[in-house]
């Protein structure tokens, strides 16, 4: 279950970041409704995430909250980084939208923490 678990989380890293290098401009739109529309997309896959992480990984119910902290965990590394050093690697994108990014990834790896403990609940 390590193995995997942390390999999709390093994929899932792996494609958040190539998401937005190429269409970061898209997720930062100005104006309330693409903000929250951003974010509640983000809770929504997050959340399906966590609920789905058991059968992606094929293994059972009850260990999905430790699956998809092991799933978060490179993410929120990576993406610590990354926020961090928001404008070197998106050069294109405004450097003060760094904190956006980072609320957006906490937000969305919540979600899949919290969609996993639900699983979890009924197992």
Same mark, same amino acid.
């Given at each position: 279950m390590i193995p995997r678990s942390l390999g999709l989380g390093f994929a899932l890293a792996a494609a958040i970041f190539a998401l $937005?290098? $190429?269409a970061g401009h898209l997720f930062f739109l100005d104006g309330r409704r693409p903000f929250q529309l951003n974010f509640a997309a983000g809770g929504a +896959?997050? +959340?399906a995430l966590g609920f789905l992480v058991h059968r992606i990984l094929r293994i059972p119910a009850a260990k999905a909250v430790t699956a998809m902290a092991l799933v978060a965990v490179p993410g929120m590394?990576?993406?610590a980084a990354v926020g961090s050093h928001f404008a070197v690697f998106f050069p294109a +994108?405004?450097?003060a939208l760094d904190k956006v990014f980072g609320s957006l990834m906490l937000w969305f790896y919540g979600f899949g923490l919290a969609g996993? +403990?639900?699983s979890a609940r009924g197992a």
């Amino acid at each position: 279950m390590i193995p995997r678990s942390l390999g999709l989380g390093f994929a899932l890293a792996a494609a958040i970041f190539a998401l $937005f290098s $190429f269409a970061g401009h898209l997720f930062f739109l100005d104006g309330r409704r693409p903000f929250q529309l951003n974010f509640a997309a983000g809770g929504a +896959l997050g +959340l399906a995430l966590g609920f789905l992480v058991h059968r992606i990984l094929r293994i059972p119910a009850a260990k999905a909250v430790t699956a998809m902290a092991l799933v978060a965990v490179p993410g929120m590394l990576i993406m610590a980084a990354v926020g961090s050093h928001f404008a070197v690697f998106f050069p294109a +994108l405004d450097p003060a939208l760094d904190k956006v990014f980072g609320s957006l990834m906490l937000w969305f790896y919540g979600f899949g923490l919290a969609g996993a +403990l639900w699983s979890a609940r009924g197992a």
